[in-house]
């Protein structure tokens, strides 16, 4: 299994609260709504500060290709509908 890497720019505080807010939410949605087997995992995700030219971007790494890109989703989701 390879791992699959995101780049997000978060460099204000609030960007990376909301980052680490919507990971929280988007693995509990994960754990509530994937029925494919009783003894799945919860998904397996890792995020690092990229600082880079002055600039700090976040990088989160998946194990799965497909969680990745419900992630993207969801965090695109989020940023347009803040709660």
């Known amino acids: 299994m ?26 509990k ?20 500060a990229d600082h880079a030219g002055g600039d700090c971007a976040r990088r989160l790494v998946f194990q799965d290709r497909g969680q990745a890109a419900q992630f993207l989703m969801f965090w695109r989701r989020q940023k347009h509908n803040p709660q």
């Open 2 to 27: 390879s791992e699959v890497v995101v780049q997000i720019r978060a460099n204000q505080t609030d960007d990376v609260l909301s980052l680490s807010n919507a990971l929280d939410a988007f693995t």
């Open 29 to 48: 949605w994960i754990m509530e709504n994937d029925h494919e087997s009783e003894d799945s995992d919860p998904p397996h995700i890792m995020m690092m």
